[in-house]
C-alpha cells in the first residue's frame, strides 16, 4: 500500500517537472532569436560526445583556466562546450543561454560541469579531459 503512494508521488512529481521542462524550453525559445533556435537544433542532433566536444572543438582555441574566456581566443573546457552550443565569447546575454544548454548537454551525459573545471583548472589539457571522460564512460 505505501509502495503504491509513493509510485503515485513519483508519478505526480514526474509530470510537474515534464511540465515545468516545457515551459522552461518554451520561454528559451521565446527569448531566443530564430537564427539561435536554429543552430541549437542543429547541433543537437550532432551526436558528438562531450569528450569529443572537448578534444575537436577545443582546437580552436588556446587553453586557459579559472574563467571561461579571456576575450582573445582562450577558452577553459566549459567555455570551450559554451562555445560549441553558439556562443561568441564575447556576449554576456548570449553567454546565458549557452551556459544552459551545454549544462543541459553534461547532465544527459551524466558529467559533473565541477568535474571538467577542477580537471581544467588543475592543469588537464583538453585531451587528457577528452580521454579522463573516455575512460569513466567505458568502465
Known amino acids: 500500500m505505501a509502495q503504491q503512494q509513493l509510485l503515485k508521488q513519483e508519478s505526480s512529481v514526474s509530470e510537474v517537472l515534464g511540465s515545468h521542462k516545457k515551459q522552461l524550453t518554451k520561454n528559451i525559445e521565446q527569448q531566443t532569436d530564430k537564427n539561435h533556435i536554429h543552430t541549437i537544433n542543429r547541433q543537437s542532433y ?5 569528450s569529443q566536444i572537448i578534444r575537436t572543438y577545443g582546437k580552436q582555441f588556446t587553453q586557459i583556466r579559472k574563467q571561461y ?15 560549441y552550443y553558439g556562443w561568441d ?5 548570449n553567454s546565458e543561454r549557452r551556459l544552459y544548454a551545454a549544462l543541459v548537454a553534461l547532465r544527459q551525459a551524466g558529467i559533473s560541469k565541477e568535474l571538467l573545471i577542477e580537471l581544467n583548472d588543475s592543469g588537464a589539457s583538453f585531451d587528457e579531459i577528452a580521454d579522463y571522460l573516455d575512460n569513466i564512460k567505458n568502465r
Not at 46 to 50: C, D, F, L, N
Open 46 to 50: 550532432v551526436e558528438s560526445s562531450i
Open 69 to 83: 574566456t579571456d576575450g582573445h581566443g582562450g577558452r577553459c573546457v566549459m567555455g570551450v562546450i559554451m562555445s
Open 89 to 93: 565569447g564575447k556576449c554576456i546575454t
